[in-house]
């Protein structure tokens, strides 16, 4: 766990697609989802489908924050974890299920153009 009083730096969350079981009518595989802090930059990002963020919602927060991956239970190590779409797929529907690597990085101040 962090250190109660001390604030958590900025971060960004790179989602990528690792694996698709079935098929995705909005992802390929190494397609991205990006996420600076809160916000989803759209030319950094593929389509947001609100399957997949209804999957990562829960979690996307406390990661941001600073909890690590392996603390929520998402992977082996704090910076690096894995979630899926709720869609099974075959035969139970026509979609798939996206398998996700949610990789944290801390957030770069931005560089005005001068």
């Known amino acids: ?3 109660a009083g001390k604030k958590p730096k900025a971060c960004t969350i790179t989602a990528t697609v690792k694996n698709i079981r079935g098929t ?3 992802y390929k595989p190494n397609d991205k989802l990006v996420f600076e802090g809160f916000y989803v930059p759209p030319r950094q990002s593929s389509p947001v ?8 919602n829960t979690l996307l927060s406390p990661f941001l924050h600073g909890v690590g991956a392996d603390e929520l239970g998402i992977g082996s190590s704090p910076d690096i974890g894995y979630l899926q779409c709720p869609d099974p ?8 299920t996206v398998i996700f690597e949610l990789k944290r990085m801390e957030l770069r101040p931005r560089r005005l153009k001068s």
Not at 89 to 96: A, D, L, M
Request: include cysteine; hydrophobic fraction near 30%; glycine fraction near 14%.
């Open 1 to 3: 766990m962090k250190d």
């Open 24 to 26: 995705c009518p909005i």
């Open 49 to 56: 489908c609100i399957h997949a963020l209804s999957a990562m």
């Open 89 to 96: 797929g075959p035969p139970h529907t026509p979609g798939g």
